[in-house]
């Protein structure tokens, strides 16, 4: 796509005029062809941030990243647990909540497939972790497909399966804030999933992701603003929820302290680099009891509770728990190391 008149594109947003969802197809779609020079991608981001990003363009950018993709065939109920990054908090010492409650989900009954990418804006990015735990990251779409197929469990690697966002990557990283292509990443899964909890940690921005995915074509999605502005269900306190599922949208509080859990300061969930996340994950997955291991339940039974494994958050934290336990997320995360590793 080689058409956009970028002068124009600029000056529209810098006037504080939304991009139709059309326009904002167009513009992505060019960038990521590389029709775009880096000054260019960093003053759309720049620009469109300034002014407000809106369901429309958000839509279209999405349809324009989509288009780009190499797409994964993955069954129906496929669950996926992704937060959007660039919570303040995860900038210091980040546990991969998401990633580690992926295959507790999975060891309990769900099929799941995480979408991710290394670290971006936190101290350890998913498949920083996993490569720390011994999986094969660097495995092929049809791999990922078997995967999710046959152990219910798999990990697509944003950048096998959109390639062509190495355009966007050095204007990214030469901003060093998060841009909507946080967003997009999470709204993009190759996969095309039906089910997500899927983490915010911009209360404004939480309504505006439950409008795009309200436009898509889902079974049951919980948007989750976790407390204290987390991207996951959080342990210091009340997290909100908003559910689109069939077409209706609702919302709902989820306090830890009502599920059993203790609520705890944010800093009692220890993380920090691949090699300590690494650690930490196996000493949870073993069955010892922390902070982190409460967090992976409350988000692990999120995604049984999306997967209709379970009917509510509290049977859903008591599986993920028994998951744990009985040795199954510890068994399963040896079967993705083997499956990964062509075992």
């Known amino acids: 796509m080689q058409g956009v008149h970028w002068a124009a594109v600029l000056s529209q947003l810098v006037a504080g005029t939304d991009l139709s969802r059309e326009l904002a197809h167009e513009v992505v779609g060019s960038v990521l062809a590389g029709a775009a020079t880096d000054a260019q991608v960093a003053a759309f981001l720049t620009a469109l941030a300034a002014k407000g990003e809106q369901t429309d363009e958000i839509l279209g950018m999405r349809d324009a990243m989509f288009e780009a993709s190499m797409p994964l065939k993955v069954p129906a109920e496929t669950v996926d647990i992704v937060g959007v990054g660039g919570a303040a908090r995860r900038q210091v010492a980040a546990f991969n909540v998401s990633t580690i409650s992926s295959i507790v989900a999975s060891a309990a009954g769900a099929v799941v497939c995480k979408h991710g990418n290394r670290k971006a804006s936190s101290t350890s990015g998913s498949f920083d972790l996993l490569e720390a735990l011994g999986v094969n990251i660097e495995i092929a779409p049809d791999i990922v497909e078997a995967s999710v197929r046959e152990i219910g469990l798999g990990f697509a690697f944003a950048r096998a399966h959109h390639p062509s966002m190495r355009h966007v990557g050095p204007a990214r990283s030469q901003l060093g804030i998060p841009t909507i292509f946080n967003v997009l990443g999470p709204l993009a ?155």
């Open 189 to 343: 899964h190759p996969g095309r999933v039906r089910r997500q909890v899927l983490g915010v940690p911009d209360a404004a921005r939480t309504e505006q992701v439950a409008a795009v995915v309200a436009g898509a074509d889902v079974d049951k999605v919980w948007i989750v603003h976790g407390h204290e502005d987390l991207d996951e269900l959080a342990l210091t306190g009340p997290s909100q929820v908003i559910e689109v599922a069939a077409g209706e949208v609702s919302r709902f509080t989820v306090d830890p302290a009502e599920l059993g859990l203790e609520v705890v300061p944010a800093e009692a969930v220890q993380g920090g680099d691949a090699s300590t996340n690494a650690s930490l994950a196996r000493a949870l997955l073993g069955g010892e009891a922390s902070p982190n291991r409460d967090v992976v339940l409350l988000n692990a039974g999120a995604g049984l509770v999306v997967g209709d494994v379970c009917s509510d958050l509290a049977a859903g934290v008591a599986t993920a728990a028994e998951a744990i336990d009985s040795g199954g997320a510890a068994a399963k995360l040896e079967q993705l190391i083997a499956f990964t590793n062509g075992g």
